[in-house]
């Protein structure tokens, strides 16, 4: 079983910045694909951006290439998402996902989920 926390969510207005951390703990944690996804209101979750296993890695989304940077620390057991030049239509509940395999760019490639943080962008 694998835990995740996740904290800095908040309400900013538009061309502001939020950074999201994600702490994962719980059995064997190295060696995850940890990811974000954002669901926005009346829409489907979808990926923001992942980092593969070792952190060797990193895939972002369209939408977030250019002004979403993730990382890890060096332990590989906490993710963060700095998040520059935020818009309205970032808005959305931000989810930190992990897993060992499976399909990465679906949340349904996603056995661990933290319960999300809500990001508000006012224009």
């Known amino acids: 079983q694998v835990w995740l926390l996740e904290s800095g969510g908040g309400s900013v207005h538009a061309g502001g910045s939020l950074t999201l951390s994600c702490a994962a703990s719980?059995?064997?944690?190295?060696?995850?694909?940890m990811a974000w996804f954002r669901q926005r209101p009346g829409k489907e979750r979808v990926l923001v951006a992942y980092?593969?296993?070792?952190?060797?890695?990193?895939f972002y989304a369209d939408s977030a290439k250019g002004r979403f940077t993730l990382s890890r620390d060096s332990t590989m057991n906490t993710v963060y998402l700095q998040m520059n030049g935020l818009m309205a239509e970032d808005t959305a509940v931000y989810s930190c996902?992990?897993?060992?395999?499976?399909?990465?760019?679906?949340?349904?490639?996603?056995?661990?989920w933290g319960q999300g943080t809500q990001v508000s962008v006012s224009a």
């Open positions: 996902a992990a897993t060992r395999t499976g399909l990465l760019t679906s949340p349904r490639g996603y056995d661990y």
């Open positions: 980092s593969t296993r070792g952190g060797t890695s990193t």
């Open positions: 719980g059995n064997t944690v190295g060696g995850l694909v």
